[in-house]
């Protein structure tokens, strides 16, 4: 192994170090708990090492942003591969976004409430962020019918989908009725 080769992958596991560190932080105490003050105390190296790497904090959240993506695509797929036909495939993929969402808010906050430098409906945005629109999409996609846009569809259910997370997360909306919400989601976009 090179000595170039060896730095690069150094750096590389800093860089994954960094992200990791903010992301469990954020989960324990929110994301104004994150400085690069105590990043770097975090995980025993300098805000100037922090910096090598990261513009500052909100380069930070767009890595946790774009890392939260690429996790959320891994768990949509499995859920809408293992799905049966159309409809379990739609309501096992709007079950999965919206656990997702309130089993990591501070994850799913960065990723889609928080303001953070990244292109998003764009062929510019990371990977991650297309794989996890590509999942819904794929779900969305076969109830489309002759004239519907799908991706126009598509971000319509998610709207609805994050609406719901929000609005739970939030205490506006009872968590008890949150099953029956999902079935009327699914109920309405399959019918149509």
Same mark, same amino acid.
């Given at each position: 192994?090179? *000595?170039?080769?060896?730095?690069?992958?150094?750096?590389?596991?800093?860089?994954?170090?960094?992200?990791?560190?903010?992301?469990?932080?954020?989960?324990?105490?929110?994301?104004?708990?994150?400085?690069?003050?105590?990043?770097?105390?975090?995980?025993?190296?300098?805000?100037?090492?922090?910096?090598? %790497?990261? $513009? !500052? $904090?909100? &380069?930070?959240?767009?890595?946790?942003?774009?890392?939260?993506?690429?996790?959320?695509?891994?768990?949509?797929?499995?859920?809408?591969?293992?799905? $049966?036909?159309?409809?379990?495939?739609?309501?096992?993929?709007?079950?999965?976004?919206?656990?997702?969402?309130?089993?990591?808010? &501070?994850?799913?906050?960065?990723?889609?409430? %928080?303001?953070?430098?990244?292109?998003?409906?764009?062929?510019?945005?990371?990977?991650? +962020?297309? &794989?996890?629109?590509?999942?819904?999409?794929?779900?969305?996609?076969? *109830?489309?019918?002759?004239?519907?846009?799908?991706? +126009?569809?598509?971000?319509?259910?998610? &709207?609805?989908? %994050?609406?719901?997370?929000? +609005?739970?997360?939030? !205490?506006?909306?009872?968590?008890?009725? %949150?099953?029956?919400?999902?079935?009327?989601?699914?109920?309405?976009?399959?019918?149509?």
């Amino acid at each position: 192994m090179s *000595i170039q080769t060896r730095r690069e992958r150094e750096r590389a596991e800093r860089e994954q170090l960094i992200v990791t560190a903010a992301r469990e932080l954020a989960e324990a105490e929110g994301w104004d708990a994150v400085t690069t003050r105590r990043l770097a105390a975090e995980i025993e190296y300098s805000q100037p090492v922090l910096y090598s %790497h990261f $513009k !500052g $904090k909100v &380069a930070i959240m767009a890595a946790v942003a774009v890392q939260g993506c690429a996790d959320l695509a891994t768990e949509l797929r499995a859920a809408r591969t293992a799905a $049966k036909d159309t409809r379990r495939s739609l309501a096992a993929v709007a079950e999965t976004y919206t656990s997702f969402g309130c089993r990591r808010p &501070a994850l799913y906050d960065v990723m889609f409430t %928080h303001t953070v430098d990244l292109p998003f409906a764009t062929p510019e945005a990371p990977e991650a +962020l297309q &794989a996890a629109f590509a999942e819904l999409l794929l779900a969305v996609e076969p *109830i489309a019918m002759a004239g519907d846009d799908p991706a +126009l569809l598509t971000e319509t259910f998610w &709207a609805a989908l %994050h609406g719901l997370v929000t +609005l739970m997360r939030s !205490g506006r909306l009872p968590e008890g009725a %949150h099953e029956e919400r999902l079935a009327l989601l699914i109920g309405h976009f399959t019918t149509r």
